[in-house]
């Protein structure tokens, strides 16, 4: 009797237990995963199409287009339905069957996350506009062939290529590193297209439909309440004046180097040349792949942006710098006089002696060696503690001038190139085991010292200022909104007084307008030109030819450098380039056509 009363209770508790885990289950199921299972039938049943915005245009400062969009198009493949004649669809789109092959191989294959058997996948991207008009009515006679819409970037015309930058297709990095993108997204790779990215790029919009079992869109979802607009991106209103930059462009054809041009009073960038340069067409469309591989593998290195990366030994173009150092520190004036004694240091022939904006002119390097050996050494021969000292100081004076250090262009990778200090010549040569004739070249621009073109043109501006300059920027606008740029972050002072650069100017005016200026020929009869000719030695060949100059001496309105590779010296080929643009900018046209003609025809390499 006790077995079967003991036997009942078991009963009991076993459904209870079974009684107890159906309330839970179906606890869990009303209740918990509610939400779960909801939100996976309509993930199942609804489908997402992404609308893409259009990016923002980009404009010269006076309102010209120089970047836009055009109408491209992506042709999809929906592999359940896609059956075609693989000889006539190759023949359609101007590709063999390998590339057939290959672009079907790399839709279905595991890197594809977004492969799906029954949605449409890209098959080629971005096809033009002229293309497509010729093949689209042959097209849609293609079973599982379908066509997106997408806008792709149209240079009106074809310059400003390192400036302007290039957008290209998102990367796994890109990907895990922003949610904004998606894996058929374009982005700015290089530029501004990649520093004004995110007000480029604009806001993607979204489009919800109702799909079948087999995939196929049968009604918008919730009748388009959930739908959201896409949002184009920002313009920007750039600095560059984009008859100035096509005009140097031109002149740079055929040569290695850089033009930089700048408004002394804003910082602001009026051109930037590149040389050599390319079409940023050629990075638009179906056809970057193979354009960039070719552009990429060129031995004149195409790609590299020089105006901020190439570092150089400036030349004799710092000598007004090492001027007005020596002014302020009251170490010279208009009369000081120095010998041009050769024997110190190499020098072309002119007379002697000469004063400071004497020297200015001619381009004396004995005077520089004698100049800032006095900056240095403070007339105490052979105190080691005395040039460590006067070497700090100078040092100091030279970084206020922006040197040493990127100046903070709003394009990314700037370069910083080298001001070199006491710590880098104990390293070269031991602690103290170095003197003034040891490092005397950075006196004239030469040894351990290298700036970028960028820099050398914010040279031009300090010394059109007298003293100060604008941090170099290529934006002005971003969409209906104007930069504002605070002087406390902005404007940079040098350690030099306004004062002392009156006697420089001298200097620099006659380096063009009189008898055995380096720079005579490049006189401008209609504008004052101060400017000062460099020549950058380079061991593997010919030396580089550099000029710095700002226009007109009062109230300057252009500050300007320009670099050439292998061309010599500053007045050959740099000042003549220097001139035209100031009298294009300027004057709005060039009237020397003998000497514009013979910048063109000077080339260097061919094309």
């Not at 004497?358 to 800032?372: D, G, I």
């Amino acid at each position: 009797m006790a077995n079967l009363e003991s036997r009942k209770y078991h009963i009991y508790f076993l459904f209870g237990f079974f009684f107890l885990i159906y309330l839970s289950r179906l606890f869990y199921v009303q209740i918990i995963a509610e939400d779960f299972f909801s939100n996976r039938a309509e993930n199942d049943s609804v489908s997402k199409e992404i609308i893409f915005p259009p990016r923002g245009n980009m404009y010269d400062r006076n309102g010209q287009v120089i970047v836009q969009n055009e109408i491209a198009y992506d042709i999809m493949l929906t592999m359940r339905d896609f059956k075609v004649d693989t000889l006539k669809f190759c023949e359609l789109l101007d590709i063999d069957t390998a590339e057939f092959h290959q672009r079907l191989r790399k839709i279905k294959s595991k890197k594809n996350r977004g492969y799906s058997y029954v949605l449409p996948q890209e098959f080629i991207a971005l096809m033009k506009a002229e293309k497509y008009g010729g093949i689209s009515e042959r097209l849609h006679n293609y079973k599982g062939v379908t066509v997106n819409k997408r806008t792709i970037r149209s240079y009106s015309r074809p310059i400003a290529a390192h400036v302007l930058g290039y957008v290209k297709k998102v990367s796994p990095r890109d990907l895990r590193n922003d949610s904004y993108y998606i894996s058929r997204d374009y982005k700015g790779a290089t530029g501004l297209e990649s520093y004004y990215e995110k007000a480029l790029r604009g806001k993607k919009g979204c489009k919800h439909f109702l799909k079948n079992i087999r995939g196929e869109k049968i009604s918008p979802y919730l009748d388009g309440a959930i739908d959201t607009l896409s949002s184009p991106g920002k313009n920007l209103q750039t600095t560059l004046d984009i008859d100035l930059q096509e005009y140097g462009e031109r002149l740079m054809k055929g040569k290695i180097g850089a033009i930089v041009a700048l408004e002394p009073s804003t910082g602001e960038v009026l051109a930037m040349v590149n040389a050599p340069t390319y079409n940023p067409n050629l990075l638009v469309g179906g056809n970057y792949s193979i354009n960039y591989k070719k552009l990429e593998e060129d031995e004149k290195k195409i790609l590299y942006p020089r105006s901020i990366k190439s570092r150089q030994p400036p030349g004799s173009i710092v000598k007004t710098m090492q001027s007005v150092i020596a002014i302020d520190m009251g170490l010279a004036d208009e009369f000081t006089t120095y010998h041009c004694n050769k024997k110190l240091v190499g020098c072309h022939n002119h007379r002697s002696p000469l004063t400071l904006p004497q020297a200015v002119q001619h381009s004396c390097n004995p005077y520089y060696y004698h100049l800032v050996n006095r900056i240095f050494n403070k007339g105490r021969k052979g105190n080691m503690a005395q040039l460590r000292k006067g070497m700090d100081e100078w040092e100091k004076y030279v970084r206020s001038f922006g040197f040493g250090n990127p100046l903070g262009l709003d394009l990314y990778g700037e370069k910083d190139g080298n001001v070199p200090d006491k710590k880098e010549y104990d390293n070269i040569y031991g602690k103290n085991r170095w003197n003034w004739r040891t490092v005397y070249s950075i006196a004239i621009g030469q040894g351990e010292f290298s700036v970028t073109p960028l820099q050398m043109a914010n040279l031009g501006a300090v010394m059109a200022n007298k003293g100060y300059y604008l941090r170099p920027h290529l934006v002005q606008g971003i969409g209906s909104d104007s930069l504002i740029f605070e002087d406390s972050l902005f404007r940079k002072e040098t350690l030099v007084d306004s004062s002392s650069f009156e006697i420089v100017h001298d200097g620099m005016q006659w380096v063009l307008e009189e008898i055995g200026g380096t720079a005579n020929r490049s006189r401008l009869d209609s504008v004052t030109i101060c400017g000062k000719t460099g020549t950058s030695q380079n061991p593997h060949g010919d030396d580089h030819s550099i000029f710095m100059a700002f226009a007109p001496r009062e109230n300057p309105k252009i500050a300007i450098a320009v670099f050439v590779e292998n061309a010599g010296g500053g007045g050959s080929t740099a000042a003549p380039i220097a001139s035209l643009m100031i009298e294009k900018y300027l004057n709005g046209i060039v009237k020397r056509k003998n000497l514009e003609q013979e910048m063109i025809k000077k080339v260097f390499y061919e094309e």
